[in-house]
């Protein structure tokens, strides 16, 4: 089983496009009430779909960058805004999060070796029974 992609909703396609390609997204599919695009690397992809009424999501979709730093400097000398710097966060990725033009929460990460293979992984699943 693979993940195919994440959708949010979002009240304007034509903002929501140019946000996400600012991010660094590739545009592949574009209609009146739906945007998808793929990510420059690893080839997974991320759409949004207009809704009257958007709401904000509480789940917060994962962008990993192999520099973070310097990404969240491009992507700031281009307009967005993050709300902090990049930080070393307790469970070893180092993060900077912003949010979409309609408030769904975006997190830019880089976790080196910890990013599947974290100290505390659990080894054997059948012990958490």
């Known amino acids: ?5 994440v959708t949010v909703a979002v009240g304007d396609i034509e903002r929501s496009v140019r946000f996400y390609r600012t991010l660094g997204l590739e545009l592949v599919v574009r209609s009146p009430n739906h945007a998808r695009f793929v990510c420059p690397e690893g080839r997974s992809t991320f759409s949004v779909h207009r809704s009257d009424r958007p709401v904000a999501s509480t789940t917060v979709v994962y962008f990993e960058c192999d520099d973070l ?3 969240v400097a491009e992507l ?3 307009g967005l805004r993050f709300d902090g710097a990049p930080s070393d966060r307790p ?3 180092r993060e900077a999060r912003l949010a979409d033009p309609d ?12 990013r599947i293979d ?9 012990t958490l029974a």
């Open 91 to 93: 469970w070893s990725w």
């Open 76 to 78: 700031e000398a281009a």
């Open 69 to 71: 730093d310097a990404t």
């Open 1 to 5: 089983m693979r993940l195919n992609q």
């Open 103 to 114: 408030g769904n929460p975006i997190c830019l990460f880089n976790a080196g070796a910890h």
């Open 118 to 126: 974290p100290p505390w992984r659990v080894v054997d699943p059948s």
